[in-house]
Each structure stands twice: as C-alpha cells, then as structure tokens.
C-alpha cells in the first residue's frame, strides 16, 4: 500500500491541533484592598455607628471673671453592610463527560470567581472618590472644589487637554498638609493615560533639557510594573484600571466631558486609623459547591457580604484628568 500526502491529508491528517492548555485573560495587580481600615469589632447587624468629637476652645481671660466653659462639637459616621455579591457557575453532567477540558474548567471555577468579586471590590473601594455617588455615599460634593481649610480635595488636572501636570502632585500635598494630614507614606492611584502623560512630558522627550531627577525615564519609561519608578513630591504612584470615570461632566472643577474624567486620587496612609476609607466585611468571600440531581449539574459559587465609606474626606485629594488623552 503507498502512503502519499494527497491520501493523508484526506483521511489521516489533523486538519486542526488543539493545545491541551487553556488561554487565561491577563490580569492586572488589585492593591485597592490594602488602602482600606477594616473594621474587625463588627459582630452582628448591619449599621455601624462611630461617634467624633471636635477640638477644644481657647478663650481670652480676665483676673477674677468667670472662666466661659465649652462644650465639644460632636457627631458620628454610620457605616452600613450594604454589599451582598456572588459569583457562581456549573458545568452539566454531560458537559463533564463529552469535554476534553472539562477537568481544567472545573478546576477554575472557584479561582476566576475570587478574581471577579476581588476586582469588583477594588472597582468598589476606587468609586468612592466619585463626588455624590459610591457605596455609602461619599463625602465630596459635585461641581465643586470641596474646600478644606481653604485648600481645594477635588480639582481638575492642569496639564494640556485635562492631562495632568507635575505641580498638581504639589497642590495635592498642599491640600493634604492644609487638612493636618501625616505627610508619610504618601500614595496616588492614576490610570495609565496619566502614566502616559508623564511618559510624553516634554521635558522628559527633550534630551536637551534633560533634569537629573528624571534619568532613565527616556530609556525605561516611569512605570515599572505598576509603579512609578519615581517618585513625585513625596507620593509613592502606583497605576489601577480601576478607578472611577465621572459620570456628569463638573463644571464647577472643569469642564471634561462626561465619561471621559477619570478620578485620580491622592491620600496618606501613614497609618490604618486615618486611612481614606474604611470597610467591613460581614461574611468574606466563602465558597459552596454541590451536585444539583434536578438539572444534572455541578454547581459552584462564591458570596460575599461587606461595606465601604469614605471615612476620611480630609484624606482623599481627587484629581479629574482626560483619559482620552492618549
């Protein structure tokens, strides 16, 4: 018998090879976690009260006057669980049998819906610093610079077309010490159009006008990973596709269109207590599987139960750039 490749390539030959490895998506770093103060004393229910007090009062006195006795300002900041969220998914006893990648499907049921209700909770995390909108509400008012202390939390970037600029890393640090934050471990959290921005800034692409304080930026770009190489009047810059777009253009800040903002944000995280956000977790991410003999399938989801707020507004500047500007 003569084998050929005209009688192969009919009969004998693969038309089609299939990898025995699945693609996986790339995915991208979720830090937003970690810039949140966790409450750990939440037992039960779904409200949590913390009261505040305000500062004492000095007065001008007299010899032998009654001295005037003040009363401290007051109030509270309730916290709710307002968050139920799951992620399921099942593969049908007859998928399980006729699939070649069955095994390896199933087997990554439970990681990938970790992965999306971990980056749904950073998506969460990040959305507080839209003005009137967030889980909880937020503490910034829309169209407006939320003034504290005389130094403006939200305002738009400066650079050319709503990109941003170097000095308003410096304002931001203003705006933080006018407020009495901690001026250590200073953080900013930009989309990478901003990263873009420093990367095409003209006095970076110039080799004539060349500052020893941005060396190598030409050569190896100011991102590595997702984190500025250097750092910028104090703050430690990390990148996130997770930050909020604006949902209505602000006129009162600027003028970008809406959809297009995107929310830049700025804060200390000197220390856990008086870190911008704060959270709490009434059933973390828990994990349940079975076999469902009605529909002949096997199930597997994940759900979890938290809440955020802005705690800290004094501790949260919001910089509005263009992130179109690519």
Do not use: C
Request: a negative charge; proline letters at 3%; hydrophobic letters at 35%.
């Amino acid at each position: 018998m003569a084998i050929t490749s005209s009688v192969t390539s009919t009969h004998l030959t693969r038309s089609e090879l299939w990898s025995s490895q699945l693609k996986e998506v790339l995915q991208d770093a979720t830090d937003g976690i970690g810039y949140v103060d966790w409450l750990t004393d939440f037992p039960d229910g779904t409200q949590f009260t913390i009261p505040s007090i305000g500062e004492g009062t000095v007065r001008d006195y007299v010899e032998n006057d009654e001295i005037t006795f003040d009363s401290l300002d007051t109030g509270e900041f309730t916290f709710s669980i307002s968050e139920y969220k799951s992620s399921g998914n099942y593969i049908t006893k007859q998928a399980r049998q006729d699939a070649y990648y069955s095994a390896q499907l199933e087997s990554s049921f439970v990681p990938k819906q970790a992965r999306a209700l971990e980056e749904n909770l950073v998506s969460d995390i990040y959305g507080l610093a839209e003005a009137g909108g967030g889980i909880g509400g937020s503490g910034q008012l829309v169209n407006d610079d939320n003034l504290i202390n005389g130094a403006a939390h939200r305002f738009e970037g400066t650079g050319s077309n709503d990109t941003i600029a170097v000095v308003n890393f410096a304002k931001a640090l203003y705006a933080l010490k006018k407020a009495n934050v901690p001026d250590s471990n200073l953080i900013a959290i930009v989309d990478p159009s901003v990263e873009f921005a420093f990367n095409s800034l003209t006095n970076l692409v110039d080799f004539s006008g060349a500052n020893q304080r941005w060396d190598n930026i030409v050569e190896d770009g100011i991102g590595n990973g997702m984190r500025f190489t250097k750092n910028i009047y104090g703050f430690d810059v990390y990148v996130s596709n997770y930050l909020k777009r604006n949902a209505q253009a602000e006129a009162g800040i600027g003028n970008i269109t809406a959809g297009n903002g995107v929310h830049n944000i700025l804060f200390s995280a000197a220390s856990p207590d008086i870190l911008p956000f704060k959270g709490a977790w009434r059933q973390a991410p828990e994990v349940e599987g079975g076999y469902n003999y009605l529909k002949q399938r096997e199930e597997y989801v994940t759900t979890a139960r938290y809440g955020l707020k802005l705690y800290r507004p004094e501790n949260l500047v919001v910089i509005l750039t263009d992130a179109t500007q690519v």
